[in-house]
Nanobody
Framework: VQLQASGGGLVQSGGSLRLVCTAS????????MGWYREAPGKRRELVAD???????NYADSVKGRFTISRENDKNTMYLEMNSLKPEDTAVYYC??????????WGQGTLVTVSS
């Protein structure tokens, strides 16, 4: 499985960005896709994930501001990020798993939020 992430960039505090991740290869019908982020000097953390059945999960820090969605027929996942804060600055990685190891990571896309 290969993952291609895009949509990062520089935005002012309070602004919005939309990240896109497209998966290709052998995609299982039952799977989970998610967004993680890694800020300088910090560990990679889960931002949000979405099961193929539609169930979603969010980190407390982004609830109410970020929305994860999927188009399963296109093997594509989105992350709508609103009300961005400087602390959201990080490299964002998309992730895919069919619940059998290993999982798969995209190359990362940088989000920078200026104050």
């Amino acid at each position: 499985v290969q993952l291609q992430a895009s949509g990062g960039g520089l935005v002012q505090s309070g602004g919005s960005l939309r990240l896109v991740c497209t998966a290709s290869g052998s995609i299982s019908r039952v799977n989970i896709m998610g967004w993680y982020r890694e800020a300088p000097g910090k560990r990679r953390e889960l931002v949000a994930d979405a099961f193929s059945n539609g169930r979603t999960n969010y980190a407390d820090s982004v609830k109410g501001r970020f929305t994860i969605s999927r188009e399963n027929d296109k093997n594509t996942m989105y992350l709508e990020m609103n009300s961005l804060k400087p602390e959201d600055t990080a490299v964002y990685y998309c992730y895919y798993s069919n619940f059998q190891p290993p999982g798969h990571w995209g190359q990362g896309t940088l989000v920078t939020v200026s104050s």
